[in-house]
């Protein structure tokens, strides 16, 4: 690929390449190591899977947090809407 890069092909240029050259890798690799795991059956022992998301944070208030005290004379007060705070965190796991 940095071979590709420093011709200067496109992303979509280098993809085309690779297809050309080895095929649908993706399906390939998915059958070699579905015939790997049927043929030794220690290999599956062997495997790390890994993922990842990106998980937004909030601050919801408790119903104790949210209650308080008032006459009857005033109104009851506003509630903000909760939503999606601008802490945003990745998380990995294997």
Known sequence: MKFCFKLQKSAKETHEMLKLV???A???ISLELR???ASDSSFLGN???GDE???YGYDPETRVQ????KSPSYPRAKK???SISNIK???VFF
């Open 35 to 37: 015939d790997r795991a």
């Open 53 to 55: 998301t990106w998980v």
């Open 80 to 82: 903000a809407r909760q």
């Open 47 to 49: 495997v790390i899977m």
């Open 66 to 69: 949210s209650s308080q005290w």
């Open 89 to 91: 965190v990745m998380i």
């Open 22 to 24: 080895y095929g649908d």
């Open 26 to 28: 993706a399906v390939n």
